[in-house]
């Protein structure tokens, strides 16, 4: 093959190869990126903590109340900064709520570190407050005017999100929350999905999404 010949297709070769490292390397677009964390089947990418229930049924995690101890369904990865997106249901009364930043004690349910994003669909409970375990306090509220928001016994649509030391929550379409903590916790930990203590926990869990936004 003549040189001419040879140094044209090396030069398409080339260009192939550059075209396709720049596709590959596009940021993508806010929304394409986010990951499912529960596939609908198990609960594969979760690790139960404490004692309590925590099935999956008909395609959603079920988590029941059996002891009167706290009990955690936390991810088996860490997030510092992220979006999450899910879907629960009160099926009946009992406290619950998205963890994040969180650690436990080796072997128990006892918080060493994090906060939540409050679930409980009694009215004036702060469903979409921040509250720190840890520190047993709350954070934030939400506007006394949205406390009637949540919805019990149907699904409720939850969107959260940590970015640095700034909290941020949608319940239902309904901005609850938008708060820069002076004082955070934890840069980094698992998400957990909440039993309270009591027994009487009852809650159900779906569509759960996350998009994670850390930067180490």
């Not at 979409?128 to 699904?155: K, T």
Request: with cysteine.
């Amino acid at each position: 093959m003549a040189i001419g010949k040879r140094l044209c297709l090396f030069l398409s070769f080339a260009a192939i190869a550059v075209a396709a490292y720049a596709q590959s390397a596009k940021p993508k677009l806010p929304g394409e990126d986010w990951v499912s964390l529960f596939n609908g089947e198990d609960l594969s990418g979760w690790v139960k903590v404490g004692n309590e229930s925590w099935t999956v049924e008909n395609g959603l995690i079920h988590g029941k109340g059996l002891t009167k101890d706290y009990g955690y369904l936390e991810t088996d990865k860490t997030y510092k900064d992220f979006q999450l997106a899910l879907r629960f249901k009160c099926v009946a009364d009992g406290n619950s709520g998205v963890f994040f930043h969180s650690a436990f004690k080796p072997g128990t349910a006892d918080v060493t570190q994090g906060m939540q994003f409050e679930i409980d669909c009694t009215m004036m409970h702060h469903t979409g407050g921040v509250y720190a375990e840890a520190d047993g306090h709350w954070v934030v509220w939400p506007a006394p005017e949205n406390e009637s928001v949540v919805r019990m016994g149907e699904w409720n649509d939850y969107l959260v999100e940590v970015t640095g030391n700034r909290y941020r929550s949608r319940l239902n379409g309904v901005q609850m929350v938008d708060f820069t903590d002076p004082k955070p916790g934890a840069p980094d930990g698992t998400i957990a999905l909440q039993l309270h203590a009591g027994g009487r926990g009852n809650m159900e869990f779906k569509d759960i999404w996350i998009r994670d936004l850390s930067h180490r």
